[in-house]
């Protein structure tokens, strides 16, 4: 800031105006570009994605500072960032085909005794692995996990059936 000041004194006029001229034309690659930093954030925007931007559909090719290369049924198309935030987006799925699932269990065992016991099930996926949370009431408890890929969600529920776990998809605090 000090450095810029100091520039600003040496001719106040010329170089104030050269400065404004300078933030006005960097202006939209800058926000483009912290926009961008936004949008690696988000963990289901990655290489391989199936993502939808207005009438485009396609596949995430590349993840550049400015935008993104998307491959469509009609080629290849690249989507600043700041495009994509005033359109809107919506991701299909990732290239793995894993999705995470959240279901609340009742169940009276504690959260340490459910996890050790998830670890014996092969079709979760410990890559991403289970989370358990405990809700307001003592007995339910909040799952979310990620299979297998080839995993299913019924010989998941059927494990936790055998166990005496029942499942519900969503909480409700008077039952």
């Given at each position: 800031m000090l450095l810029v000041l100091d520039f600003i004194a040496i001719?106040?006029?010329v170089h104030g105006l050269f400065l404004v001229i300078i933030g006005a034309l960097g202006y939209m690659p800058i926000r483009n570009y912290i926009s961008g930093l936004l949008f690696h954030m988000n963990p289901l925007i990655a290489k391989g994605s199936m993502i939808t931007i207005d009438n485009y559909k396609g596949e995430i090719k590349?993840?550049?500072?400015?935008?993104?290369?998307?491959?469509t049924e009609s080629g290849q198309?690249?989507?600043k960032?700041?495009?994509?935030?005033k359109s809107g987006f919506s991701i299909t799925s990732k290239d793995t085909g894993n999705y995470r699932h959240t279901i609340y269990l009742n169940t009276d065992v504690t959260k340490a005794k459910l996890l050790d016991f998830?670890?014996?099930?092969p079709i979760?996926?410990?890559?991403e692995p289970p989370t358990v949370r405990e809700t307001e009431l003592p007995s339910v408890?909040?799952?979310?996990?990620?299979?297998e890929e080839g995993g299913n969600d019924e010989d998941f529920l059927a494990f936790l059936a055998e166990h005496n776990i029942t499942t519900t998809l969503t909480f409700n605090k008077e039952s």
């Open positions: 001719n106040y006029v590349q993840m550049l500072p400015q935008g993104m290369v998307i491959s198309s690249f989507f960032y700041v495009a994509i935030d998830l670890f014996t099930n979760l996926n410990f890559k408890l909040k799952l979310q996990y990620t299979l």
